[in-house]
């Protein structure tokens, strides 16, 4: 095969990758459902709080979490700066070297996280775990880490 052929997708293999790109598009939607039902919280709130809850000192400078999250800084900027005016996450300047920022969760911001956690493991073990084995789950752990280390080149 020369290289400006292209190997397409036997039927089975477009099958299974086309259930990926809905996966990709329906689990979030049902997560962040389910969130909602118990908070005020969105996934990508949820997954801030979490960050920074996990950091020491509960906060990151907004470069490192942008990296942590994979998203665009100013993507992440903004919504920081609506979790902020929902006093979820507070903006502090860096004393060390007076040029970045970091960004610290907030004793609301643990409190919402807090609260809505149970819910969240709940939806996650309802809709994403439910019925795997032990044997698909350490399957499926590999498969994602692999595909990780590929496209995160």
């Known amino acids: 095969m020369s290289e400006t052929e292209v190997p397409w997708l036997n039927e089975r293999e477009m099958a299974v990758w086309r259930r990926w790109l809905r996966v990709q598009t ?3 939607a049902a997560l ?17 709080l979490v960050v920074l809850s996990e950091a020491p000192d509960e906060r990151l400078r907004i470069s490192a979490l942008a990296d942590q999250m994979d998203w665009e800084r100013s993507r992440l900027s903004h919504h920081l700066r609506r979790m902020a005016a929902r006093g979820l996450v507070a903006k502090q300047d860096c004393q060390e070297d007076g040029r970045g920022s970091f960004v610290m969760l907030t004793d609301e911001g643990r409190a919402a996280l ?3 956690a149970p819910g969240h493991v709940r939806a996650v073990r309802g ?9 698909e789950l350490e399957l499926l752990g590999t498969f994602l880490s692999r595909v990780l280390e590929r496209a995160s080149v």
């Open 32 to 48: 962040g459902r389910a969130l909602a039902q118990d908070s005020e919280l969105s996934l990508q709130d949820f997954e801030t």
């Open 127 to 135: 809709i994403f775990l439910e019925g795997m084995t032990d044997d």
């Open 26 to 28: 329906e689990l979030p």
């Open 114 to 116: 807090e609260a809505a």
